[in-house]
C-alpha cells in the first residue's frame, strides 16, 4: 500500500539512517495518509524505539498531556499507568527520562501526530517543545523527532517558518499531496479495481485522488457505478465530508466556506480585491489573507498573477475536485440524500445534461492544473518553461472581443504554447466555427500582450481530436489522457 509514496520513502529511509538527530515536519491535507504512510513505515522496523501519540481535535489541555502520557508508559515502560503532569514542561521532561533509559543501540523516533490540535490555548506547547528540542532532544543523535499535521498553514508558519527558538531547526520536511493519475491507477490496482484510463479520470474528478475516498471503491463496478454509491446512497461517504473536511482543517471555517462557495461561481478565477469586496464585512483586515493562504496551503485553491496582466493583482481559483463536485452535486439535494436513498442510476442520468457537460469540464480542468509536469512533458517543454493562465475582458461597451486562454506556457526559447483544455465524451472535432474561435483567441493575445515571441497552440483533450483540415492548420500538438497518466519523472 506505499508503492504511491517512494518519494517519501527515500526521504523517510534517509532520516531515520542519518548519523545526526532529526527534525522533521509533515504535513498534508486531511484524508491523504500521512499517519499511515508513518506508521507502515516505522512498523517493522527492529532497531528503532517508536513513540507514537495523536492530538485530540478540541481536546482540553489536561486530555492532551493525559493521552500523551499513556503513550509513554505504553512505548517505554511496557504499558505502565504513569501519573501525567499539569504542563507540557513536566510531560517534556518525563519524556526525556524515558529516552535516556533506552538503550544506546536503538534510535527513537518520536511520531507527534495532529500536533497542531496538541497546541490548546495558553498550553505554551510550542515554547516547551522550543527548550526541549534545543536544550535536550537535539544533543541526542539518536533521536528523529516528527511533528505532524492537517493545518498545513499551522505547520508552515509555527513550525517550518518559525521565528523563535526553533527557527532553522527542521532538517526534513514532506508535503504529502493527493495522489496523480499514475498512482491512483496504481493504487486501485492493488486493491482489485482495474478499470481504464477514462474510468478511472471519472473517479478522479470526483475523488481528487485522495487515498482514504479510493480505498472504499469495489472492484466488479463501473466508474458510474463507484461514483453513485460514494455520493449519492443514503450515508454515503462523500456526503458528510464536507463539513467535517473544513472543521478539521481550518480555525473559523466558515470564512473558509464562504470563500470557497464565491470562487466556485467564478470558472476563471477571482481576483483578491472583488472576492473581498463580495464577502464584504465578514473580512477584516489581515483575516482574509490569511485564509487565503490556509485553503491555498492546503491545495483547496490556486493562485496566480496572470501574465502580462500582474498589476491586476492576485487570482484564486477553486481547484480541489471533491469540493467542486460536492457543491454542484451533492449539496443542492443533500436533504433528500439524508432522508431517502435515490432512485439508482440518479448519476448516470445527469450525465447527458449540460449541467454535467459544464461541470466535467471544469473538473477535467482542475486535472490538468495538478499535472502540469505531464502536460509540460507530453509538449516536450523544458523545465524552465513557467505554465500560467491569462484573461482579457474589454471594458464595458467596448467593440474588442475577450479571450480566455485555459492554460499556456512561457518558454526560455523565445515562444508561448498556448493550450486549449477540452472534455468530452468522445473525440473532439474542430469545425470551421470551433476554428475561427481559435484563431481569434491568438489574435487578441497577441495584441493585448504585445508580445512578439513564437506562439504555438496545444490541445489537452480527454478523449483526443478528430483529424481535420482545420486541426492541421491550427493545432500544433495534442496532450492525450494517456500523457497525464504517466508518471512524473
Excluded at 505554551?124 to 535536550?136: A, E, K, S
Excluded at 527558538?165 to 479495481?193: C, M, S, W
Amino acid at each position: 500500500m506505499l508503492l504511491n509514496r517512494e518519494p517519501e520513502q527515500k526521504i523517510l529511509s534517509e532520516f531515520l539512517e542519518s548519523d545526526k538527530p532529526e527534525f522533521m515536519a509533515i504535513y498534508g491535507r486531511r484524508r491523504i495518509g500521512k499517519t499511515f504512510l508513518i506508521r507502515e513505515f516505522f512498523k517493522n522496523k527492529k532497531s528503532i524505539i517508536f513513540f507514537n501519540t495523536m492530538g485530540s481535535k478540541d481536546g482540553s489541555l489536561v486530555e492532551q498531556i493525559r493521552h500523551f502520557t499513556k503513550e509513554i508508559g505504553n512505548t517505554f515502560y511496557s504499558g505502565a499507568v504513569l501519573k501525567h503532569g499539569k504542563t507540557w514542561d513536566e510531560t517534556f521532561d518525563l519524556l526525556t527520562k524515558a529516552i535516556n533509559i533506552v538503550p544506546k543501540n536503538k534510535k527513537i523516533v518520536l511520531f507527534l501526530d495532529e500536533f497542531p490540535w496538541m497546541a490548546t490555548k495558553k498550553s505554551r506547547l510550542l515554547q516547551n517543545l522550543d527548550y526541549y528540542w534545543n536544550q535536550h532532544w537535539s544533543q541526542n543523535k539518536r533521536i528523529k523527532l516528527i511533528i505532524c499535521g492537517s493545518s498545513a498553514s499551522w505547520i508552515i508558519n509555527k513550525i517550518i517558518n518559525n521565528k523563535g527558538g526553533l527557527h532553522n531547526r527542521i532538517t526534513r520536511q514532506i508535503l504529502l499531496e493527493p495522489l496523480d493519475l499514475y498512482a491512483t491507477k496504481r493504487f486501485l490496482q492493488t486493491i482489485g479495481v482495474k478499470l481504464n484510463n477514462r474510468q478511472i479520470l471519472q473517479i478522479y474528478m470526483v475523488t481528487g485522488g485522495v487515498p482514504y475516498y479510493l480505498e472504499s471503491i469495489k472492484k466488479g463496478l463501473s466508474a458510474t457505478q463507484i461514483i453513485e454509491q460514494l455520493a449519492f446512497r443514503k450515508k454515503s461517504l462523500l456526503l458528510d465530508e464536507f463539513e467535517n473536511l473544513f472543521s478539521s482543517l481550518f480555525s473559523n471555517h466558515e470564512i473558509c466556506v464562504e470563500m470557497i462557495r464565491l470562487m466556485s461561481q467564478y470558472r476563471y478565477g477571482i481576483g483578491q480585491e472583488e472576492l473581498f469586496r463580495e464577502m464584504g464585512k465578514n473580512i477584516k483586515g489581515k483575516l482574509g489573507i490569511t485564509k487565503l493562504k490556509e485553503l491555498e496551503d492546503a491545495g483547496f485553491i490556486i493562485s496566480f498573477k496572470p501574465i502580462f496582466h500582474q498589476r491586476r493583482g492576485i487570482y484564486y481559483k477553486l481547484i480541489d475536485e471533491y469540493t467542486l463536485f460536492y457543491l454542484r452535486w451533492i449539496e443542492p439535494i443533500k436533504k433528500t440524500l439524508i432522508k431517502k436513498v435515490l432512485p439508482s442510476g440518479y448519476w448516470e442520468k445527469q450525465q447527458d445534461s449540460a449541467a454535467w457537460a459544464s461541470w466535467s469540464g471544469l473538473a477535467f480542468e482542475s486535472v490538468c492544473y495538478k499535472h502540469l509536469p505531464q502536460i509540460s512533458a507530453a509538449l516536450k517543454l523544458s523545465p524552465t518553461a513557467i505554465p500560467s493562465t491569462w484573461r482579457y475582458v474589454p471594458t464595458k461597451g467596448s467593440k474588442e472581443q475577450g479571450a480566455q486562454i485555459d492554460l499556456l506556457f512561457d518558454r526560455a526559447d523565445d515562444a508561448i504554447t498556448l493550450c486549449e483544455i477540452k472534455y468530452t465524451d468522445y473525440p473532439f472535432t474542430i469545425d470551421k466555427q470551433y476554428a475561427q474561435k481559435i484563431k481569434n483567441k491568438i489574435d487578441v493575445f497577441k495584441k493585448v500582450t504585445r508580445t512578439h515571441k513564437q506562439i504555438f497552440f496545444a490541445m489537452i483533450s480527454g478523449t483526443g481530436i478528430n483529424k481535420s483540415i482545420y486541426s492541421d492548420e491550427l493545432i500544433d500538438d495534442i496532450v492525450t489522457l494517456d500523457d497525464l497518466f504517466k508518471k512524473d519523472e
